[in-house]
């Protein structure tokens, strides 16, 4: 790990339940020059499992996303405060090397944004910069990357076509194929499926089932049927708060807050 | 008036504006090829100029054109480059970035002869070097910066932002980010800009007047030795262009076949430009073709 270490300011929670923690949000501060976009948000996410992060547009959703992999750092004037735990580290420290931590924390955004490269060097773009040369080994990790996204028996034959040559639902599992291959611990899918037709959604929710198994995700999605469809744990953001946070049968069977239940059921947002 | 009119005014107006343009373009182009051509002949691009007597060519001048314009581009492409990856991905928005985009605006909008003078005072007499290539590349140089850094900075700019944040969100440095996504995918537009400043570069006349002089020394063409005098590859030697040529045999020529020297080089220099805007398209394309189509 060449996160810099850091000692939490006070105790981990007692592990939340019997599943392992993957990150621990505590008050958690997400501003945009003086707009206050995530406000004091707090609560842990949980290793293999899938947490759909979901609420109206603008609510902060998809801003607490990016700032887990510190994306936020593009965005000038962005600036968060609290603390985001993993592996006794806190992200939010001005002086983690983000790029190793983007490597342990891979990100799909919402449109498929495959490079303009072939499908090969799609996915051989990173693994070139971590120093992989040996022509054997990246031949075995495009196919096993391409295998887990599920998406291996469609391009076998056509791995040096364009990568843009594929279509929208293609690009998308090529987009986590080329994730995966750098061995992430953690998933961030930024809305993956809203740019695309029912039946690319059902292949990527489906490969999210399968790829819950060995990675902790966290999707940000407008789709109720596919937060309830597909996750564990639902967090409900609104207007920058995390008003909230249950298993997911839960919230859209019985939710404790009026707001959540006004939301899901469709009266706004 | 109706709005009916109005437009139909307006088609008219805009139309008749664009007829100008093309029919001042053809115009030029078919006169200047019309008197022009008679004397493009192998003999006349090869041979070299001659002082007083009729059928000197314009061999020399020819080679000196493409051969500083070589030269410039080796020192103005890198220099663009940096400068258009450090405007479009380093620099901060604020009064210092203002103050370079300034500097950059108010350099491009300079005339020619002034960098010209401007060439002479700096790189020919304060260098000691007199008048040579290397002199007029480095005033071309000042002349094509700006526009190169330009195109540089728009084209990296334009490439779609969620490419770039899909390589960073893999873990890659933005260095890296800049070196193999950012830059292949400007690559297309860079060299069309590149062509296309060569263009300009070839047919420029003012900034080479005082920098690269106006003679060319004997050249042999069998020594390419670029440390020999006589190289032809020397670049601190004076070499007169095409389009200095041009100006001298019209201003200060005493062969008796001026006006048709004069006549054939500017049909080999607007033939040549040409044929620079055509490249720039044709390879374009061509690269761009390649890099996101593959087959």
Same mark, same amino acid.
């Given at each position: 790990m060449l996160l810099t270490k850091m000692k939490p300011e006070?105790?981990?929670?007692?592990?939340?339940?019997?599943k392992e923690t993957a990150l621990d949000v505590k008050q958690l501060n997400i501003y945009y020059g003086n707009h206050?976009?995530?406000?004091?948000i707090s609560f842990t996410i949980e290793k293999n499992a899938v947490t759909a992060l979901i609420g109206p547009?603008?609510?902060g959703k998809s801003t607490f996303l990016r700032s887990i992999n510190r994306m936020?750092?593009?965005?000038?004037?962005a600036r968060s405060e609290g603390i985001i735990l993993y592996e006794d580290v806190n992200?939010?420290?001005?002086?983690?090397?983000v790029v190793a931590l983007r490597k342990e924390i891979g990100m799909v955004f919402q449109r498929p944004n495959p490079?303009?490269?072939s499908i090969y060097n799609n996915i051989t773009h990173a693994l070139k910069f971590y120093g992989i040369r040996s022509k054997k080994k990246l031949d075995q990790i495009v196919e096993e990357s391409l295998r887990k996204a599920a998406l291996w028996e469609e391009v076998k034959d056509r791995l040096?076509?364009?990568?843009?040559?594929?279509?929208g639902g293609q690009q998308q599992r090529l987009c986590i194929a080329r994730t995966l291959a750098v061995n992430p611990k953690i998933l961030l899918l930024?809305?993956?499926?809203?740019?695309?037709?029912p039946i690319s959604t059902a292949k990527i929710e489906e490969l999210i089932m399968e790829l819950k198994k060995e990675y902790t995700i966290i999707i940000v999605t407008h789709s109720m049927q596919q937060a309830s469809r597909i996750s564990d744990k639902t967090a409900f953001f609104l207007s920058g708060e995390l008003v909230e946070f249950d298993q997911t049968d839960k919230i859209f069977?019985?939710?404790?807050?009026q707001k959540t239940e006004e939301y899901i059921s469709g009266r706004f947002g | 008036m109706n709005s009916r009119v109005a437009n139909k005014i307006a088609t008219g107006v805009f139309t008749a504006i664009a007829a100008i343009i093309i029919f001042v373009l053809v115009g030029l182009l078919s006169y200047i090829l019309y008197r022009g051509f008679g004397k493009l002949t192998l003999d006349f691009l090869t041979s070299p100029s001659s002082d007083?007597?009729?059928?000197?060519?314009?061999g020399n001048q020819l080679f000196n054109s493409f051969y500083i314009l070589l030269i410039t581009m080796m020192i103005a492409v890198p220099l663009g480059l940096g400068g258009g990856i450090y405007m479009a991905e380093y620099a901060k928005p604020g009064k210092i970035t203002d103050f370079i985009r300034s500097c950059i605006e108010v350099l491009a909008s300079l005339p020619s002869i002034v960098i010209g003078m401007f060439g002479m005072l700096i790189f020919v007499n304060l260098t000691g070097w007199g008048y040579t290539i290397f002199s007029g590349a480095l005033a071309l140089t000042i002349f094509n910066l700006p526009v190169l850094v330009r195109v540089c900075e728009d084209a990296i700019r334009s490439v779609p932002r969620d490419q770039k944040e899909a390589s960073l969100a893999l873990g890659i440095t933005h260095w890296h980010t800049i070196k193999t996504v950012l830059i292949p995918s400007a690559f297309p537009t860079i060299l069309t800009g590149v062509i296309l400043a060569s263009g300009r570069v070839f047919g420029e006349a003012a900034a080479l007047l005082?920098?690269?002089?106006?003679t060319t020394p004997r050249?042999?063409? %069998?020594?390419? @030795?670029? *440390?020999?005098?006589? %190289?032809?590859? @020397?670049? *601190?030697r004076p070499a007169e262009t095409l389009a200095v040529h041009i100006w001298k045999v019209n201003t200060?020529?005493?062969?008796?076949?001026v006006q048709e020297v004069a006549d054939g080089s500017s049909a080999v220099l607007i033939l040549s430009v040409l044929l620079f805007n055509l490249l720039a398209r044709w390879i374009g394309s061509l690269v761009h073709k390649k890099l996101t189509a593959a087959k």
């Open positions: 006070f105790e981990i929670s007692e592990a939340h339940e019997r206050r976009a995530v406000k004091d547009s603008g609510c936020n750092d593009l965005i000038p004037g992200l939010i420290e001005d002086n983690i090397n490079f303009a490269k040096h076509d364009s990568a843009l040559s594929l279509s930024d809305e993956p499926a809203s740019a695309l037709d069977t019985n939710p404790s807050n | 007083f007597q009729a059928g000197g060519g314009i005082f920098t690269a002089g106006l050249l042999d063409f %069998s020594n390419w @030795n670029p *440390f020999d005098e006589t %190289s032809p590859l @020397n670049i *601190f200060q020529g005493l062969i008796p076949d």
